[in-house]
T-cell receptor, first 112, second 113 residues
Framework: QKEVEQDPGPLSVPEGAIVSLNCTYS??????FMWYRQYSRKGPELLMY????GNKEDGRFTAQVDKSSKYISLFIRDSQPSDSATYLC????????????FGSGTRLQVQP | EAGVAQSPRYKIIEKRQSVAFWCNPI?????LYWYQQILGQGPKLLIQ????????DSQLPKDRFSAERLKGVDSTLKIQPAKLEDSAVYLC???????????FGPGTRLLVL
């Protein structure tokens, strides 16, 4: 079993839809949670960063962390064709080995 | 602010050959990372440098992969000899010391035939 599981998609939605992207994880030591966006043939770019549990909002993006369920989500409101990309979740521990563990990514297509 | 630069962008080699990748991080970023991203997977950390010292190389296949960061700025990653399963995108990232935000370069796409 992988430490971080993510549905690969593709997820296809119409423009303006609310998108929900999710990851589950097995390592209870993970404390830092991130979402990266990766356009085709580009490097990932950090979208959202959350420490421990709770919600964080930034414009059209909301990140949620539920540590009791080992489940994190990224919501995109009013999705745009420019949001079409692969979304990667990543997480790491606070102590010990602090390298990021990435999910495999969910490919999102927003249809105009 | 210039981003992370990587070269070459693409490389095709035959198995058992050697290959080297170069990375120039964002100016002033003390931490440099090399990741391997196999098609359909998330990036996997190969090695992390803090200035010119190695912080984490636990997932670097040291029998064939090597990396260095001379003078704490540019870095090179070498594979010698390459195997078919090394076909992947090699991403370099950098961050300020103690900052969670990693800035990624465009990657080098390696195909081993």
């Amino acid at each position: 079993q992988k430490e971080v599981e993510q549905d690969p998609g593709p997820l296809s939605v119409p423009e303006g839809a609310i998108v929900s992207l999710n990851c589950t994880y097995s390592n209870s030591a993970f404390q830092y949670f991130m979402w990266y966006r990766q356009y085709s043939r580009k490097g990932p770019e950090l979208l959202m960063y959350t420490y421990s549990s709770g919600n964080k909002e930034d414009g059209r993006f909301t990140a949620q962390v539920d540590k009791s369920s080992k489940y994190i989500s990224l919501f995109i409101r009013d999705s745009q064709p420019s949001d079409s990309a692969t979304y990667l979740c990543a997480m790491r521990s606070r102590t010990g080995r602090r390298a990021l563990t990435f999910g495999s990514g969910t490919r999102l297509q927003v249809q105009p | 602010e210039a981003g992370v630069a990587q070269s070459p962008r693409y490389k095709i080699i035959e198995k058992r050959q050697s290959v080297a990748f170069w990375c120039n991080p964002i100016s002033g970023h003390a931490t440099l990372y090399w990741y391997q991203q196999i098609l359909g997977q998330g990036p996997k950390l190969l090695i992390q440098f803090q200035n010119n010292g190695v912080v984490d190389d636990s997932q670097l296949p040291k029998d064939r992969f090597s990396a260095e960061r001379l003078k704490g700025v540019d870095s090179t990653l070498k594979i010698q000899p390459a195997k078919l399963e090394d076909s992947a995108v090699y991403l370099c990232a950098s961050s300020r010391a103690g900052d969670e935000t990693q800035y990624f370069g465009p990657g080098t796409r390696l195909l081993v035939l």
